[in-house]
């Protein structure tokens, strides 16, 4: 009886540890979605003049980038290697084979937003100024860091 315990105890630990792994996954798609929709969507669009400059919706985004950019680096752990989120994109394993390069992505990213967020963007001079800096900054880690499936 111990024994069965035992066993039904430790296939519950790992399958509880299986579906937290896939639940940072899923976050970790969720937060670049969030990014790309932020950076590209709102702030990339009033950039270029596909959508009327609206302040509160540029305040929104770079606020979700702040927020987004501080979990970023806690997002991909060792356990999440070759795990895949429901998507078209999914992490690369050259993370997980040169984090420190990869680290230092996500620290030149985070600072990037950090320095608009404290600059704030006040009209849309400043939003064209600050969104190619950040699109280079998510552009330089997608290249090596990503992969798109199909």
């Given at each position: ?84 989120a429901d998507g078209k994109y999914s ?60």
């Amino acid at each position: 009886m111990k024994r069965m315990f035992v066993t039904v105890a430790a296939v519950l630990l790992g399958i509880g540890a299986v579906y937290a792994q896939q639940d940072v996954v899923n976050q970790r798609q969720t937060s670049m979605k969030e990014n790309g929709k932020n950076i590209g969507g709102v702030l990339g669009a009033m950039a270029k003049g596909e959508k009327p400059y609206d302040q509160a919706a540029v305040d929104a985004a770079v606020a979700k980038l702040a927020e987004n950019a501080k979990t970023m680096g806690t997002l991909f752990p060792e356990n999440t290697k070759g795990l895949k989120a429901d998507g078209k994109y999914s992490a690369s394993p050259k993370i997980w084979e040169n984090r420190a390069d990869f680290d230092s992505h996500i620290a030149s990213y985070t600072k990037a937003v950090n320095e608009v967020a404290a600059a704030g963007i006040k009209n849309l001079d400043a939003l064209k100024a600050a969104v190619p800096a950040l699109g280079k900054q998510c552009s330089g880690c997608h290249e090596t860091y990503r992969l798109k499936e199909g």
